[in-house]
């Protein structure tokens, strides 16, 4: 059987705005206007033998996962907890000790979960070409069959020819200029570099062992000093922190005999910029893509997303237009690779367009932080049946909570009671209080806050079902 191990970190600046820190481009609906790129990446794997996938990503994302897996059915996940990047070498090296420790040696599928196949029937058929090389100890990367000279992507070349369609590795190319990517796909020898994988977890780890043990020695402190958590795994954060970073290609797969190579022709992307966005997405009769609410006059070869608002176009062409409710990019599609500049720029600044939007996801619901002034600001909080906030208190700020639907159940220093519909309640300044939606329906409500500092550091949790601290 196949243990799909999805890799689900990374920020994806290059799609910024939409794209944010603490909800990057794998958990949005980017490709699908229904799943989210993660969810895609999971229910692409429908048809195949697999167990349920074990899941990589950042401490700060994990709600964020376990709700996106819980949405497509897969409530109980496991969801091993970075908690900072080391790159992939170390990722997966925690992954395939977690698997071990669990007294099996199962066929690893590694996959990132920000990337786009249209042709899963091609995706599939791939994986079931690599299994038998993975149970026999090859370790197996997937190269994409390239369609045009990349000059943003690593490249593989073919080596031996094995079987139809299997080669041996001849080795790994970083990124090349435009002219020796052309040189690349012209020779017919070349695939992209995927960053997809297949091996067992014991072959793995003894490959790690031969040529990067500081790796798998670091990883293994952190999974033996790790604890669980519901289905969260936090690994020990000191004896991660202490170990290298490096690509799973570099302290491995360059310098094993046992790499090879499936190429894949599937219609893969990793959506890697607005400009490969606009490229696989279904285009109108002047080659537009429009999301949302858009209105295009005399417009050609554009990418607008309007996510709050009507967007407008007049005489333009070539452009990259992102409008979310915070902060709209504009470039050209040849440019669209700079973006990350301006994220850059945002956090020299001290700006925090970069971190979230305007709409922030938490356990239990979302709130959305509609107007802010001097001393004070107004959130429209959301909060899901049966969820219930931290008990907290703030030393800064007072809130006064209306509700507009559903049930509150608020506990306001030692009393607790209900308020319902067009009735509200005030909590302090210093006192400690929690709100429950106790009902079936969504609470939602509007929070205005006072006080000299607003911040969301300003909170002392007291009980948390969640287990923040």
């Not at 002219?179 to 020898?189: E, L, R």
Request: charged share 25%.
């Amino acid at each position: 059987m196949i243990l799909p191990v999805i890799m689900a970190g990374g920020a994806g600046s290059r799609l910024w705005p939409l794209s944010r820190q603490l909800n990057p481009k794998q958990f949005l609906p980017l490709a699908d206007a229904q799943l989210t790129m993660l969810q895609a990446t999971i229910q692409r794997l429908k048809g195949l033998d697999t167990s349920q996938p074990l899941l990589i990503c950042n401490e700060q994302h994990r709600f964020l996962a376990a709700e996106q897996m819980r949405q497509i059915g897969m409530e109980n996940t496991r969801i091993l907890l970075e908690p900072a990047g080391r790159n992939t070498a170390p990722a997966i090296a925690l992954a395939a000790l977690q698997i071990v420790s669990e007294a099996i040696d199962p066929i690893m599928l590694v996959l990132a979960a920000d990337h786009l196949i249209h042709d899963i029937d091609a995706f599939q058929t791939g994986i079931l070409t690599a299994l038998p090389l993975a149970i026999a100890g090859k370790l197996v990367t997937f190269g994409i069959v390239p369609r045009h000279p990349e000059s943003g992507y690593g490249y593989i070349e073919k080596g031996d020819r094995l079987a139809p369609d299997v080669y041996t590795v001849s080795r790994f190319v970083e990124k090349p200029d435009l002219s020796v990517a052309c040189d690349y796909v012209a020779s017919g020898n070349y695939c992209w570099n995927s960053g997809m994988f297949m091996f067992r977890a014991g072959r793995y780890l003894e490959e790690l062992q031969r040529f990067q043990p500081d790796i798998l020695e670091a990883c293994r402190k952190a999974i033996e000093g790790g604890q669980q958590d519901l289905h969260f795994t936090r690994i020990d954060c000191d004896a991660f922190l202490a170990c290298p970073e490096d690509s799973i290609d570099y302290a491995v797969m360059e310098k094993t005999s046992d790499a090879v190579m499936v190429p894949l022709d599937a219609g893969w992307s990793d959506i890697g910029s607005w400009s490969a966005l606009w490229d696989v997405s279904a285009k109108d009769s002047d080659n537009n893509v429009f999301k949302g609410d858009v209105l295009g006059q005399n417009t050609r070869g554009t990418y607008v997303y309007a996510d709050s608002r009507l967007v407008a176009t007049v005489g333009v062409e070539d452009l990259v237009i992102v409008e979310t409710k915070d902060a709209v990019l504009v470039a050209h599609k040849d440019k669209v690779q700079e973006v990350k500049n301006i994220v850059e720029r945002i956090k020299r600044d001290g700006r925090s367009e970069h971190i979230n939007h305007r709409e922030v996801y938490r356990p239990w619901g979302v709130y959305d932080s509609i107007d802010s002034g001097h001393r004070y600001q107004v959130k429209r909080i959301t909060v899901q049946p049966g969820a219930k906030l931290s008990v907290q208190m703030h030393h800064h700020r007072a809130e006064h909570w209306i509700v507009v639907s559903g049930t509150a159940k608020v506990t306001n220093g030692n009393e607790t009671y209900l308020v319902t519909e067009n009735q509200s309640t005030y909590i302090p300044i210093g006192q400690v209080h929690a709100l429950e939606n106790p009902g079936v329906i969504p609470l939602e409500l509007i929070e205005v806050q006072s006080g000299s500092y607003l911040g969301e550091d300003d909170i002392v949790r007291f009980e948390d079902k969640y287990g923040r601290a």
